[in-house]
Nanobody, 118 residues
Framework: QVQLVESGGGLVQAGGSLRLSCAASGRAFSTYNMGWFRQAPGKEREFVAGTTWRGGRTFYTDSVKGRFTISRDNTKNALYLQMNSLKPEDTALYYC???????????WGQGTQVTVSS
């Protein structure tokens, strides 16, 4: 089990950038696959990006490929999502999640709001 706390959300203009961070507590972090999900108002939660437990493989949903980059630092128990060229349709509550499964969704943070204005 890990406890996850996201930060870094905010309001940004279209074309801008944000970097989300997820701080994890618990020794299991380095053994977990990790991912970012998002949920926009009135929509289902969707997978955005994920990384395997060693960080060797990364995966992205098509709509963010080339704009978002997921990374992790197992020495700091931290997960990141660098978001560039943000679009209004990226507006959502972003969640950090982790687990031994795929997509990793056994443990969830509370979410951080990202709002992109046009």
């Amino acid at each position: 089990q890990v406890q996850l706390v996201e930060s870094g959300g905010g309001l940004v203009q279209a074309g801008g950038s944000l970097r989300l961070s997820c701080a994890a507590s618990g020794r299991a972090f380095s053994t977990y696959n990790m991912g970012w999900f998002r949920q926009a108002p009135g929509k289902e939660r969707e997978f955005v990006a994920g990384t395997t437990w060693r960080g060797g493989r990364t995966f992205y949903t098509d709509s963010v490929k080339g704009r978002f980059t997921i990374s992790r630092d197992n020495t700091k128990n931290a997960l990141y999502l660098q978001m560039n060229s943000l679009k209004p349709e990226d507006t959502a509550l972003y969640y950090c999640a982790g687990g031994s499964n795929w997509p990793p969704d056994n443990n969830w943070g509370q979410g951080t709001q990202v709002t992109v204005s046009s």
